[in-house]
């Protein structure tokens, strides 16, 4: 059965041992932030736990942070599935989504705040990066919008900026759904309903931050991660649905044709984003659960949550699309977490033809423009997601003059700092063309045996690895 709300999840999170309570009252302006920095930075990935400040200064309202992403088991654990599943059922729910189902009532309105009774400042809005960022932000927002032609929802996590008790600042990459939703509202002057999502059910999340194809609801995908449709409530103001099962709701209008500067905000890259000109939102409803909890992402220098949940999502469904769509030999997909999930990408093969490594750069640069600013594709033999191992590839089976290419004229990894100085400002769209660069590891004629042990010497000796003395547990 997939699981009810967040809560259902927290609980199962913290009998698996996956959950950490913080009892002690913190400041929600520094306390938050460091404490998590410290937790990501310090506790090993594997069992790196979500986190529940339960007690905000001044606010009596909890903040949940990692629950989505702490660690790949805590996401699988939101999928009901082992690792080695998650490609597969990423695949299987953008080829069989299942629509969400309208409901009359859910917890989500439980409280309805409208006009001035709808006072973000009630809420414990972290700020992520003390001394740079100019306000709090909601991090783990699901922003919910509809293209104005088809009806085809969107649903996506982008940074939001508290700007005074019913105004928000809204940031929407180009490359993103949801600006696409708002630009056509405004070439018809027309403005767009939003509604912002905090605490969902997991999957939700997951969803929200991953790339799927344009025209795809990213709720009917959840329903299908999930095995049964999305619940979702009609909002109280604005003509969109949200889940009903969620934490609190902001519904509002962004102003058409109207920007207003933004930011700047600690990003993925571990670099401040700079500032830029974002929509307006105009606050006209709060609606929330009894005692709401506050879902949060952490962002800013990996490793951090964000990292975490985009990057599996996002290595699932550019497989999907290179192995079943397209029919490549690719083997598998990753995008390196210190990279932002974003500006290098390595990808395995099984190469039958010499000229299948510039296919697949080609076919994984079309399909996510924004990725792969530096893309090796190695043979299959290569763990992709060792380090050591691919350096190795790079080292020995590549001549730089021969197998590598750079393309002008590409998509730019979205805020990244190399395109221009932070204190340079700069029209947004000179900002989003770039280069990339293809790199053929791949060996290109017969190579020398490997030099190590045989491999049946080295699966004995690890089968009786403590008679040699040694404590600790190897792989």
Partial sequence: MPYADLREFLDKLEASGKLHRISEPVDKDWEIAAVSRIVFEAIPEPRRPALIFERVKGFDIPVVLGANGASRAIYCLALECDLAEVQKKWSEAELHPIPPVLVTEGPVQENILRGEKADLTRLPLPIWTVGQDPAPYITAGCVVTKDPDSGTRNVGTYRVQLKGPRKLGLFINYLQGGR?????????GRPTPVAIVMGTEPVIGLVSVSRVQSDMDELAVAGKLRGEAVKVVRCQTVHLEVPATSEIVIEGIIRANELENEGPFGEYTGYMGPEAMSYIVDVTCMTHRNRPLLHAFLSQMPPSESSCIRGIGREATLRKHLVEDLRLPVQDVHLLEYSGVAAYLVISIKKTHPVQPRTVMCAAWAYAPQFGKFTVIVDDDIDIRDP????????????PETDTIIMPGMAAVSLDPSQAAADVRQE????????????????????????VPPKEHLERVRRDWKKYGFKEDIQ
């Fill in 180 to 188: 696409e939703h708002v630009e056509k509202n405004n070439r018809s």
């Fill in 388 to 399: 050591g191992a691919v350096n190795w590839a790079l080292s020995f089976r590549v001549q």
């Fill in 428 to 451: 947004e769209a000179t900002r989003r063309v770039s280069s990339k660069i293809g790199i053929d590891a791949t060996r290109k004629h017969k190579f020398p045996a490997l030099a």
